[in-house]
Nanobody, 124 residues
Framework: QVQVVESGGGLVQPGGSLRLSCAASGSIFSITTMGWYRQAPGKQRELVAATVSGGTSIYADSLKGRVTISTDNAKNSVDVLMNSLKPEDTAVYYC??????????????????WGQGTQVTVSL
């Protein structure tokens, strides 16, 4: 199994910055995508930013210019730095990791794992 653990949420004032960190562990063979999503009350979960294998990063249009994603392949980790935060950025932020894990015996099987979520609140 693959476990995903997030950290770094909290309360921040409008205009402030916050870094969210996420690390995956377990019987990982390879990772194809690492990313962050968010879900505000009453809304669907949406992409914040993600990096796919090969190094291409994608960002939500609403966050372009305010968010930077970075990965550490050796540590199976992904961070997202968010600047100029607004009250509408308040949400639960989730880390998602996709790839292949080692299967008992032989071979590999795909996985798509989510973290438990971390609350980000932007308010005075």
């Amino acid at each position: 199994q693959v476990q995903v653990v997030e950290s770094g949420g909290g309360l921040v004032q409008p205009g402030g910055s916050l870094r969210l960190s996420c690390a995956a562990s377990g019987s990982i063979f390879s990772i194809t995508t690492m990313g962050w999503y968010r879900q505000a009350p009453g809304k669907q979960r949406e992409l914040v930013a993600a990096t796919v294998s090969g190094g291409t990063s994608i960002y939500a249009d609403s966050l372009k210019g305010r968010v930077t994603i970075s990965t550490d392949n050796a540590k199976n980790s992904v961070d997202v730095l968010m600047n100029s935060l607004k009250p509408e950025d308040t949400a639960v932020y989730y880390c998602n990791v996709q790839g292949f894990r080692r299967r008992i015996g032989s071979g590999r099987v795909s996985f798509d794992s989510w973290g438990q979520g971390t609350q980000v609140t932007v308010s005075l």
